[in-house]
């Protein structure tokens, strides 16, 4: 008798496609690097070493491009989980003859722990198949196709597995069962019985390094074991939240952690590139990088659900990286994760791209962008973490004062906004919200910069600021605040003006603002980032996107301050429904089909979930 108790097929069968769903993925990070893998047991992407490198499979973009898969080889279902309290997934494949579970990790180097994390990262991936019950044929396949699938590398057995040569880098594979490899892929077949473990391993390492050894198949049990405890001891030493959501809070407070990159204190916005925000659209870009609004807006989440000390590294960096100075156009929206500056874009015509959404890009043309929010963002962050970050260190302090400086001296000029809008360019609301921010922080930190503090002509300056926005943001046709000066177009970015202190929720004008989005730039209750046109988009590009996840968590904190809090828990509610069986939320919801899209799992959304957590909390407590 089958002990099946739904309909199952194939792996194969539910791969008919060649694509899966943004939304099957489930992310393995080491603090350095990050991979994605499928409900049925496949990694779709890697990037070794780092999160910007080439990738090493990137199936999830190209059914050619090199994957990683070990599952059933007939009919089953699947169900996951991560491992409680860390970034290592457990998914259990049921089938007529048994079940077998799969644990998959990214390895830390052996004993670290807390803080420690992502230190000298090995650049292993780790594999393990426990049979649970009964037994169950599996199959394993191991294509490496470096430079986004670019590459067949000349792959050779090896001892227990196999080693590629030739190509950017090279890899050492392990496996606990007898393999061949053909066409530059390695193969298994191999059966699981109640009690057994079989393990695999991947080492990656540099074309010009000695010869890789990845984990011993026997190793891997303890290896993952070692992960585990790694995880676990970083959110006991950084678990502060205490709301009524925590197990969220906890889950999305990992996933930032894990987009942190260890050795530098950068923080990437999506660990993926070219997942599009429109099926078969040409709005596909890549997030692999460190951008001042998303790395600032993580660690201030960070400060609430895990009291994090990752932000004296983020200062560091966006410091280092900028040279010093805000002013001279040195400062720019987003870094490489090293601080490269020049991320230029380029096309990989090679792939199909998710769903066929071409082009697939790598590099982002918005590095050299002026978006004046940025000052307001990083200052905000600053501000945040005064008390942690101690007396300033004299650079810290020149950095601070320049920042306010240039905000008070650029919020008059045009911008890209936030949005990174590729027509022309605007006066943003948002970005003069963000200018006012950074003057208002700026005061703030005022007793903290030493002989660098001009508290009086940043208060003036700031207040000029705000006459400008109350004056020319406000729409009389729309009685909102609109996208940008003296305008009607609406935009989510204007709920900021809450997030921010410029006005409190409850003031009418701010009122009116957040129904005026909630009633016009919603579609089944979720938030669009603003309304496009066809042919006459301000962003400059064609086509449609989904919801933006950012903009409905906007929704739930502004409603939540203004004394809505039924109304916050229910959309809330309504968008936590939209991330998949792991926790985990993309950029975007088609609310056409529920499907997710963008890059995944999104930084920016994980926020969302931890600060309007909080601000349900707060309200909850009266304390809005």
Partial sequence: MSILSEPATTVAERRASGFQPIAAYGLLADCTSAALVDSDGSIDWLCMPHYDSPALFARILDPNAGHWSIAPVGACTSERRYVPGTLAIETTFTTATGSVRLIDAMAFAPGQRGHDLGRNAPHEVLRLVEGVTGSVEMTMELAPRPEYGLVRPLFRMEDEGGRTFGGPNQIAVSAGVPAAIEDATMRATFSVGEGEQVGFGLHWAAAESERPIA?????????????????????????????????????????????????????????????????GGERNWDYRYAWIRDASLTTEALYIGACSDEAEEFVSFMTSAAGGRASGGSLQIMYGIRGEHDLSERE?????????????????????????????????????????LGELHPEIQAFVADLADTAAGRWRETDSGIWEMRGEPRHHLSSKVLCWTALDRAVKLAPKLGEHAKVHEWAAERDRIRDAILERGWSEAKQAYAQSFDADELDAAALLMVTYGFLPATDPRMRSTIEAVAREL?????????????????????????????CTFWLV??????GEIGRAEELFEQLVGHSNDLGLLGEEIDTATGEQLGNFPQAYSHIGFITAAYDIDQARAGRS
């Fill in 557 to 562: 904190s502004a409603l939540a301050k203004a």
């Fill in 215 to 279: 984990c011993a198949p026997e190793n891997v049990a303890a290896r993952i074991a070692d992960v585990v405890e790694g995880w676990r001891s970083w959110e006991a030493e950084h678990d502060v939240y205490e709301g009524s959501r925590k197990e969220l809070v906890r889950l999305s407070t990992r996933v930032l952690k894990g987009l942190t990159f260890r050795p530098t204190g950068a923080i990437v916005a999506a660990p993926t590139c070219s997942l599009p925000e429109g099926v």
């Fill in 348 to 388: 990989l015509t090679h792939l199909r791209g998710w769903r066929d959404s071409r082009p697939v890009r790598v590099g982002n043309g918005a590095w050299n962008q002026t978006q004046l929010d940025v000052y307001g963002e990083l200052l905000s962050a600053l501000h945040i973490y005064q008390g942690r």
């Fill in 522 to 550: 919603t579609e089944e209750g979720m938030v669009l980032r603003y309304r496009n046109e066809e042919g006459l988009n301000a962003d400059g590009l064609s086509g449609e996107e989904g919801t933006f996840a950012v």
